[in-house]
């Protein structure tokens, strides 16, 4: 399934595959979100697929966030096929619920 990131009412959802095909448009959509933005919210809850390279960039996006005190919540923890691989590369701190 290709990949979309859709905005729905501020939440934007990542759609699809998310794997090392699509991780720069990922990286780019968010970085350019993060550039703009004091939040940002992202939805993984559609996610189909995720792979490694997939996860180093979602590190990255919440490093860069960090860096910048802009505040990222990441949703998806219910999604088994996210909260397996997170919690397989130890990405589990990525998630943020509480807005």
Do not use: P
Not at 28 to 47: G, I, P, Q, R, T
Not at 84 to 93: E, I, L
């Amino acid at each position: 399934m290709k990949l979309q990131i859709i905005n729905t009412s501020g939440t934007f959802e990542v759609i699809g595959n998310f794997t090392l095909d699509n991780t720069e448009l990922v990286k780019d959509h968010f970085n350019y979100l993060l550039d703009h933005y004091e939040e940002v919210v992202m939805s993984l809850k559609k996610v189909k697929k995720i792979d490694k390279k997939a996860i180093k960039v979602l590190k990255e996006i919440y490093a860069k966030a960090n860096r910048r005190s802009k505040i990222l919540f990441v949703l998806g923890k219910e999604n088994n096929v996210i909260a397996n691989a997170f919690k397989k590369n130890k990405a589990d701190h990525i998630f943020r619920e509480d807005y």
